[in-house]
């Protein structure tokens, strides 16, 4: 008989697994969405009489992906949402758990008047 404890060990790599899966299906369908207008105008239009409008939305929506891409890794994983938090507030260079105002971290040396 298995002890709950181990059950719930077993639980966690397939959550985790389904919720990778759910992430790269979510980025899969992105660039399905973003990319389909441009190959579809490319395919079906070979005397290029489209307006120039539509294609240069065509080619901003599939150039879209890939900033859409960061956003949604950051909405799906915590690990990037820090990581984006730490370099936008320009902290990249510390540690995780370390705040550049803890003065009981610095050196004597350094915090002389």
Known sequence: MKSHKSSNMMMLPKKRDLRVAKTLLIVL???????????LLTVFDKYYKAPDLLRQITAILALTNSSVNPFIYAWRNR?????????????????PGEDEHDVSKMDSTTNKM
């Open 29 to 39: 369908l992105t660039f399905v969405i973003c990319w389909t207008p441009s190959v």
């Open 79 to 95: 690990g990037f949402r820090l990581a984006y938090i730490r370099i936008i507030k320009c902290r990249h260079w510390l540690r």
